[in-house]
Every structure is written in structure tokens, then in C-alpha cells.
């Protein structure tokens, strides 16, 4: 067997085997399932690659599984460890819930044992072997805010008010406009006075003559 392969079997007492083999690694997990609540415990081990499914026989004290594989060190991925069997075929007790690989003597016992007493495998059910999470595509970023457009500036125009009360009259706002246009006339008037080309003094705009020095204004 070249791709991952998965069997689980019923062992009664609510409690289910499940195995499974990736390359060399085979894992065994024991699983009790009840009402509102589920318990696992697995375990891996070296055992090589499936030649064919994994038999699975009941024992007096839990069951045994015998693994026919390309190769068989004996060797564990979990707490377990065993020697190497220098056999094809790979044993492995599964007791109150602990699995453990059996070597040498012991592995010799549990197969004289199957072959006397023609023990019958617990039937198998093939199932989906377990698939690799697939990791979480990462969120995109967030795209920023549009900036807010500015305030436009606020205007105030106040109208012109008026008030009268019997021959009384009050304005404001454009009563005051005359009296900025005569300051107007008054300085344009002021800075139109003319000097005397002769002794600098100050001349009326009508005078043809300097008052002071005589001469002639042109």
C-alpha cells in the first residue's frame, strides 16, 4: 500500500479502534463514545507499510492486532518502545485503553496462541483516512478611510434695520454708508491741495497767484 489507509473496528462497550497507516507509522487510537461525551487516546508506531489490512483479535484481557508489513522495527512514536521483532509482521496489544508493541518472545506467544486456538479476527470497516488541515486563507487588508472634504466657510450677511416710533426714525446698517463717503471726499479733497512751485507754501486749488511769494501758479 502506497497511499494512507484507515480501518476502524467495534470492540463493544461503546469503545471503537481506530487504525490508520502513513508510510511506515501506523497509529492506533481507542475511542469511547457515550451519552454527551467522547474520549481518545492514540499512539503511534513504526511498523512499516501495510501489505494488506490490519487482523484484529479479541483476547482475554483487550485485543490484539496483527500488522503484516513491508518491514517491522519495533519501533514507537509514542511512549512505548519496543525491539525489533526482525519479522514482517508486527504485533500489537491494545489493553484498557495502552497500546504497545510486542517483541521477541512475547510476539512469538501471541502467534502460536492465534494459529492453536483459530481465532477469529474482528471484522473491519475500511474508512477515510484522516486529511492534513488545510490552513486559513489570511484576511485582506482593510482598505483605508476616504479622507473627510472639507468644511465650507460659513457666511453671515445682516440687512439693513430700521425702526421708527412716532417722529422718531433709527437705521443701521446702510445709515452708516454716507458718512463713510463724505470722510472719502475729505481726504480726496486734502491730498488735492497744490504748493507753491516757488517757496513751497500751500496754495488754493482756484489761486493763480502764490499768496505769499507772488508768483505765478501754473
Known sequence: MTEAAAYQCDLGSNQWLHLSNDGSITTVAVSSRGPGQQQQSSQGFVTGEWRGSPQVYRLAQGVLVVIAAAQSTGQSTGQSTGQSTGQSTAYLQIQAGQSQMLS?????????????????????????????????TPMAPMTPMTPMAPMTPMGMNLNPMSMAMGNMAMSMGSAAAPSVAKDSAAETAHSAKRFCTQCGSAVEPGDKFCGNCGDRLT
Do not use: D, W
Open 104 to 136: 521477541g518472545q512475547a510476539a512469538e506467544q501471541m502467534h502460536q496462541f492465534i494459529q492453536s486456538n483459530n481465532s477469529q479476527a474482528v471484522p473491519m470497516q475500511p474508512v477515510a483516512p484522516p486529511t492534513a488541515t488545510t490552513p486559513m
